[in-house]
């Protein structure tokens, strides 16, 4: 069945930092790919979307590109804040899927 | 433009009461979805409604569970005879009928059974 494997956190960085959350999938078919983030006691927001291959979507510095031959969509910022310390949801959405499938979550946690 | 509505946000339930949640979609959104977010964990899909109709509760717990989009008013998610293991945050999200694949979440009920 489909499934979302993204790597395991805390992540800590420092503010300014370049980072990076991996982000695996399996999936039959072409699923849609999407990056969500919640912040302490919240729902979850949709950061940025794809819905094919070689697709980026992108969002307030976030970026993150569909690459099918690694079904991959790993998710990059070029310079972090503190106010982006959250836990962010890699999920997907099957061709012939009625539901989002998440991935467990990454805590990321960025010091001044 | 209001996003989805949920409430209560925070429920308190003794074990063997009911917990009833809402959810309001966002405006012109046709469809509904239930999710479970357990400690520590990712969220699990429990059940996609459109008005009057459940379309998949294939991730529902076959007992004490149930959902319902009424043609009037909020999706209700109804938690009989709660137990321990029903602490969770519970969220909803919504649809529109063109994009399915695109929900949007609200702010979530947490549940707590004492």
């Known amino acids: 069945g489909n499934s979302v494997t993204q790597m395991e956190g805390p992540v800590t960085l420092s503010e300014e930092a370049f980072l990076t959350i991996n982000c695996t999938y399996t999936a039959t078919g072409y699923p849609s790919l999407f990056w969500y983030v919640q912040y302490p006691g919240e729902g979850l927001q949709l950061l940025l979307k794809?819905?094919?291959?070689?697709d980026k979507g992108s969002n307030k510095g976030f970026e993150a590109t569909y690459r099918k031959e690694t079904t991959s969509f790993h998710l990059e910022k070029g310079s972090v804040q503190v106010s982006d310390s959250a836990v962010y949801f890699c999920?997907?959405?099957?061709?012939?899927?009625?539901?989002?499938?998440f991935g467990k979550g990454t805590t990321l946690s960025v010091s001044s | 433009n209001a996003g989805v509505m949920q409430n209560p946000r925070h429920l308190v339930r003794r074990r063997g009461q009911e917990a009833r949640l809402r959810c309001s979609p966002m405006?012109?959104?046709?469809?509904v979805y239930w999710y479970r977010q357990l400690p520590e964990e990712g969220l699990k899909f429990m059940v996609y409604l459109q008005k009057e109709n459940i379309i998949d509760e294939s991730g529902m717990p076959k007992e004490r569970f149930s959902a319902e989009f009424p043609k009037e008013g909020p999706s209700i998610l109804r938690i009989q005879q709660v137990v321990r293991g029903d602490s969770a945050a519970y969220f909803c999200?919504?649809?529109?009928?063109?994009?399915?694949?695109?929900?949007?979440f609200g702010p979530g009920t947490r549940l707590l059974v004492l």
């Open positions: 999920a997907l959405y099957g061709q012939a899927g009625t539901a989002l499938i």
């Open positions: 999200a919504s649809s529109p009928y063109s994009a399915k694949e695109t929900q949007y």
């Open positions: 405006k012109g959104h046709s469809h």
């Open positions: 794809a819905t094919k291959a070689d």
